[in-house]
């Protein structure tokens, strides 16, 4: 079926992405099967569940086509993520934040009814406003308590803090305490390999240790979950440790490539040159295209040329020799795959340089 962009121009299956209009959000769907393969994988090896994080995704289409390889479920930073993935049918869903407030607290407990929802707390208040939510709707909620492994977000204390926050939610009515999360979010970029193993590993036995308290209180600990794309291997190898929730290993961008090259980069946006003079050439799309909180981008399969700066729908790049010629495609690779995903409405997956589908990004611009 032929999917309409914004601007009412048709994409085709089997039509060649060079013939696209631009900007466009590419995602090359054999280096994300490649990708999520792997993954999979290794934790069966090591034991391990690998629940993928939504937020990188926004889409459910892709989220769907990855659901077929069986991952341990999904998890999302916001309730709209969660709604978005239980409307396509995909109930097994961690919401690895805190809810506040009626509002989210209703759309949860109603969430509940139609998903196998879990979500997160580290305030005992919170859990008893979550615990009545859950009652008036008649939905058990599962419950984990986050502890801050060293990221100084959200999360109670490691060690007894954590133990006292668990046993009052297994006291409350329609919670079900499932285990821990603890994610360790500031070692996720660190250059240094050895550094970021060092790091990554104290904090999840720390996790471990805490989930240990909680069993020696009477307390039992079904899951412990934690771990990115920057640290998968070394939270996955902790004894105790018993699922990982990384994201952008499926489409992964430029900046996680240099910490990660062993997932490929499937995330590009095609993008055409429409200026050009002795040193250097601009593309048609920009900062509202490509984000660039983690840098700036790179270019695909023009490794010798620099970005220099992106302005809101320019891209300016720096070149030695002969540049692409006004007109030519050029891929970008962007620094940070989620923002990305964040500013598109559609993405086409491809396949050999072919048009494979064309999925809405339902969740793109929304926070709630
Ligand atoms: C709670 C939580 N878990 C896991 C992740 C890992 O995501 P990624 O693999 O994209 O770094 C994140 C990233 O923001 C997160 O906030």
């Not at 803090?161 to 970029?189: N, S, T």
């Not at 490794?303 to 700066?309: L, Q, S, T």
Request: glycine letters at 10%; charged letters at 25%.
């Amino acid at each position: 079926m032929p999917s309409h962009d914004t601007t009412g121009n048709q994409t085709r299956p089997g039509q060649r992405v060079t013939e696209l209009d631009t900007p466009q959000l590419l995602i090359d769907l054999d280096a994300v099967d490649r990708n999520v393969r792997f993954l999979l994988a290794e934790g069966r090896r090591r034991d391990v569940h690998v629940r993928v994080h939504f937020k990188s995704l926004k889409c459910t289409g892709l989220a769907r086509y990855i659901a077929a390889a069986g991952p341990n479920g999904f998890v999302c930073a916001k309730l709209n993520e969660a709604e978005a993935l239980a409307d396509a049918g995909i109930t097994d869903i961690l919401l690895a934040n805190q809810l506040v407030g009626p509002h989210k607290l209703r759309r949860a407990a109603q969430l509940a009814r139609r998903s196998d929802l879990t979500v997160c707390v580290d305030d005992i208040d919170n859990a008893r406003a979550l615990s009545a939510a859950a009652a008036a709707e008649g939905t058990p909620i599962g419950v984990l308590v986050e502890v801050d492994i060293g990221m100084a977000r959200c999360g109670v204390a490691v060690g007894p803090a954590a133990v006292d926050l668990a046993r009052a939610v297994v006291a409350l009515p329609g919670l079900r305490f499932r285990g821990l999360q603890g994610y360790d979010g500031h070692l996720q970029m660190i250059a240094d390999y050895e550094s970021r193993k060092a790091q990554s590993l104290a904090g999840a036995e720390a996790l471990v240790a805490t989930r240990r308290l909680i069993e020696q209180a009477g307390v039992s600990v079904e899951v412990v979950t934690g771990g990115g794309t920057g640290t998968w291997e070394f939270v996955a190898s902790v004894p105790g440790v018993t699922e990982i929730q990384p994201g952008s290993f499926v489409v992964m961008d430029a900046a996680y490539h240099r910490v990660r090259p062993e997932f490929a980069r499937a995330l590009s946006i095609l993008t055409t040159v429409v200026s050009r003079r002795p040193g250097r050439y601009v593309l048609d799309a920009g900062s509202k295209a490509i984000s660039r909180d983690f840098g700036t981008p790179e270019l695909k399969d023009r490794p010798g040329d620099r970005v220099d700066r992106l302005n809101e729908e320019h891209t300016i790049v720096e070149v030695a020799g002969d540049g692409p010629s006004i007109g030519d495609n050029v891929e970008v690779w962007p620094t940070h795959c989620c923002a990305t995903m964040n500013l598109h409405r559609t993405c086409v997956g491809a396949r050999a340089g072919k048009v494979e589908v064309v999925w809405p990004i339902e969740c793109s611009g929304r926070y709630d």
